[in-house]
């Protein structure tokens, strides 16, 4: 085993939070039970705020930036892993108050680990990663919702050439579900054809403010933008429709009113994909292995090297990245 590895660690520099490569040993890291050999690890757009200091992610520092990892246990002082397992953890507070995924070693609570799902290699599970496996959540909370039919009227996905949309239009398509993908870079619609998307709509036109309620169009959506565009969504669904909302790419911010809500009675199911508890993750991981098409995940995954990551978070942040983005530790 290496004495010392290279990992990419967030610190306190004149009051900011600054990002660097440092070398570590094994007695830096954290004293969880298992100590988890890293072989890769993902970009989402979480990690691209913590790398590039453009939000404030980790809440306490030095921190080890990097929300997923996926690995083999080395040695365990729980009864619930041994030596070999192969291991997949997403979020658990990673980057955040934990370290995390950006280290060729790790130390992590045994409750933090899955295991790894027979459908999916290692790399696999990184190119799903937390983007991946936050759109299947999505997919379970509108399918528990209950009330969306397949092949009835179309489902949107926003934000669709991202890592959460990506994922989400290609699960939908593949469960049966007519896709509309809504994207800012129409040099992507080729691309989001061939993952099942049927048709299109422009970001701007969601972006724009519209009244409460408009044409009923969404049987249902998933949500990676937030803002007008979520406001919008949501007065375009139709009766008994659906939208969860995962993310906050177009602002923090829902300036929408609960019409909606008491007329059309739509739902707004909210996705957390950091403390999901493991009932629900597996659900998750089980849509992922029935529904994601194997050439497909290829087809949307790129594989970068660790000394990427400062030029990769920019380019994520920035709304650049296209699909999922794998990040080799070795
Ligand atoms: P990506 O950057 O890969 O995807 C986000 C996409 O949103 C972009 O590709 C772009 O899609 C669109 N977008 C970017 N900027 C804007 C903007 N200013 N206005 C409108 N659309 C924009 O990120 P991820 O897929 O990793 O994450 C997506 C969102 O989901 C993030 O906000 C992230 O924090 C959140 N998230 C939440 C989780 C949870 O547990 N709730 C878990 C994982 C992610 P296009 O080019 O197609 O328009």
Redo the contacts with the bound molecule.
């Keep these: 085993m290496a004495d010392h590895f290279r990992a990419l660690v967030i610190e306190e520099r004149d009051g900011k939070p600054v990002s660097g490569f440092k070398d570590l040993t094994l007695s830096d890291l954290p004293d969880h039970d298992v100590l988890v050999e890293v072989l890769f690890s993902t970009?989402?757009?979480?990690?691209?705020?913590a790398i590039s200091g453009k939000g404030r992610i980790a809440r306490r520092l030095p921190m080890v930036a990097g929300v997923d990892l996926a690995g083999i246990v080395v040695s365990s002082r729980s009864p619930d892993w041994k030596p070999g397992d192969k291991v997949v953890v997403n979020?658990w507070g990673m980057s955040e108050t934990e370290w995390g995924g950006y280290t060729r070693f790790q130390r992590l609570k045994p409750e933090w680990l899955t295991r790894l799902p027979d459908a999916f290699s290692l790399e696999q599970s990184m190119a799903i990663g937390?983007?991946g496996y936050?759109a299947a959540?999505a997919i379970d909370a509108l399918e528990r919702w209950g009330k969306i039919k397949t092949g009835d009227r179309e489902v949107l996905v926003?934000?669709?050439?991202?890592?959460?949309?990506?994922v989400a239009v290609t699960l939908l398509a593949r469960r049966g579900y007519r896709v509309t993908?809504?994207?800012?870079?129409p040099e992507?619609h080729d691309y989001?054809a061939t993952l099942g998307a049927t048709a299109f709509v422009d970001?701007a036109e969601l972006?724009a403010k519209g009244g409460a309620l408009q044409k009923e169009r969404w049987a249902g959506a998933i949500d990676?933008?937030?803002?007008t565009?979520l406001a919008n969504v949501l007065a375009q669904t139709v009766q008994s429709g659906a939208v969860a909302?995962?993310?906050?790419?177009?602002?923090a911010d829902l300036p929408a009113t609960v019409m909606p809500h008491i007329l059309r009675g739509v739902a707004l199911l909210?996705?957390?994909?950091?403390t999901?508890p493991h009932a629900e993750r597996d659900k998750a991981w089980a849509i992922l292995a029935e529904s994601l098409e194997r050439t497909l995940l290829a087809a949307l995954t790129t594989v970068e090297p660790l000394s990427n990551l400062p030029q990769l978070a920019e380019d994520?942040?920035?709304?650049?990245?296209?699909?999922?983005v794998v990040i080799d530790v070795t």
Excluded: E, M, Q, W
């Design positions: 970009l989402n757009y979480k990690d691209g705020l979020g937390t983007a936050t959540l926003t934000g669709a050439a991202g890592g959460v949309g990506s993908a809504s994207t800012g870079r992507t989001l970001r972006a990676s933008v937030g803002s565009t909302a995962c993310g906050l790419a177009g602002g909210g996705i957390n994909s950091v999901a994520i942040v920035a709304g650049k990245i296209r699909g999922r």
